[in-house]
Structure formats: C-alpha cells, structure tokens
C-alpha cells in the first residue's frame, strides 16, 4: 500500500483564525514532507521531518509548524490564516529518497 | 537557489502523437532529475527519473538528459487521452534531500 491520506480534503478559515492539517502514511517511511502548491506554481516546500527532526524552509520559517508524534503521522499548523494561506497543501513521505509519495492534497481557502 | 524550468506551459497533441516536454535546471550537481505526472484532484505520482546522461526508456515514455546543457527532456510515444495530465520535472540534490520542482506542463491529449 502506497497510500498517503490527508485531512481534510477541502478546509475554509477565518483570516486570523487558526489551521490544522494531517497527513499519514503506514509505509513506514522515515522522511515526511509538506508543500504548499499555488495555482500554475511549482509545489514550494515548506519543511520536511526526518524521523524526528524537523527542517524548516528559511523563508516560511515563521509561518508554519508541524509535529510528527509517531512515524505514521505529521500535521501542517498555521496560527494565524492569512489571505495568502489559500493554496493546495500536499503531503508527501519518503524512504530517504527522490521518490516521494504523495497524497491528494488538503485545499484551503482563507476568507 | 536552485531553479527549474519547464516548456511549454501547455501542450495539445492527438491521440497516436508523440508529447515532447523539456526542463531546464541550473545546478549541473544536480543528483537526479524526476518527471512526476499529476491529475486532477490527486497528487503527484513519480513517472521515471534519470541520473547518468544520455536516455532511458520505460514503455511509451523515454527521457534524454544532458548534463553539460543543464536540459532534460520527456517523450510520451502514442499518447492517449488518459495521459492528459500536469507534468511536474523535479531534480533532487542528495547534499540537502529536497526535491525542487518546476511549474510544470499541461498535456492535453485529444481523442
């Protein structure tokens, strides 16, 4: 199974208000990964765990978090949605790899 | 930074034809080049990757990659409309463990 599930698919926020997004994967795969993905753009990383340690993209350093409490699971956290947040997030993950498996995406819209 | 580039932007073809997409990188380091395909409301899914110069073939779909012109191409043989599709060229530096994408190509195959 190659699956990578994320939650949920489609999400509207409040500007100001805060975001939860959750990826899993049950292929025991040690590297887990988040894009943001704008229309007619590339898909940019925003920070990646390898295993346990969290790497996060210089340029959106303070506008995300995340968590990983076991391999299976990470979450994408936004405190505070701005009008730019509106994008697809995809999730992927990795066997320490270029192969990473992604799943369908979580599509946020802020207003 | 490293940068990738593809063409066209978009690409209609008939069923039967060949598809040719191109990507251009800037880092000649580059550890591996990625073509990864994405339909409508799914994620990307990796199609076929090349590291050595020179081409590799898997069914419809070969990729040629020269190094010293920092420029890698996809060919689809006897394209159909299940192929229509984005087509994401990503390279990936081992060094840092990041894939970096392109904005990609819109392949439209008409029946």
């Known amino acids: 199974d190659t699956t990578v599930k994320q939650n949920p698919r489609y999400k509207l926020a409040r500007v100001g208000k805060p975001v939860n997004l959750i990826c899993s994967q049950t292929?025991?795969?040690?590297?887990m990964y988040w894009y943001q993905k704008k229309p007619n753009q590339a898909p940019k990383l925003l920070l990646f765990y390898y295993d346990k340690i969290l790497n996060r993209e210089a340029d959106t350093f303070e506008k995300f978090q995340s968590s990983r409490p076991n391999n299976s699971f990470c979450s994408l956290y936004i405190g505070s949605a701005g009008l730019e947040y509106s994008a697809m997030y995809l999730c992927?993950?990795?066997?320490?790899?270029?192969?990473?498996?992604f799943g369908p995406g979580t599509r946020l819209t802020v207003l | 930074q490293e940068k990738v580039q593809q063409s066209p932007e978009s690409l209609i073809v008939p069923e039967g034809a060949m598809s040719s997409l191109n990507c251009t990188f800037s880092?000649?380091?580059?550890?591996s080049i990625w073509w990864y395909q994405q339909h409508p409301g799914k994620g990307p899914e990796a199609l076929i990757s090349i590291f050595s110069n020179g081409n590799k073939k898997e069914g419809r779909l070969t990729v040629y990659l020269n190094r010293a012109s920092l420029h890698v191409s996809l060919h689809i043989r006897d394209s159909q409309p299940s192929d229509s599709a984005v087509y994401l060229c990503a390279f990936y530096n081992t060094n840092t463990g990041k894939l970096t994408f392109g904005d990609g190509t819109v392949l439209t195959v008409k029946p």
């Open positions: 880092n000649s380091a580059s550890q």
């Open positions: 292929m025991n795969h040690d590297t």
């Open positions: 992927a993950s990795s066997r320490g790899g270029a192969e990473q498996f």
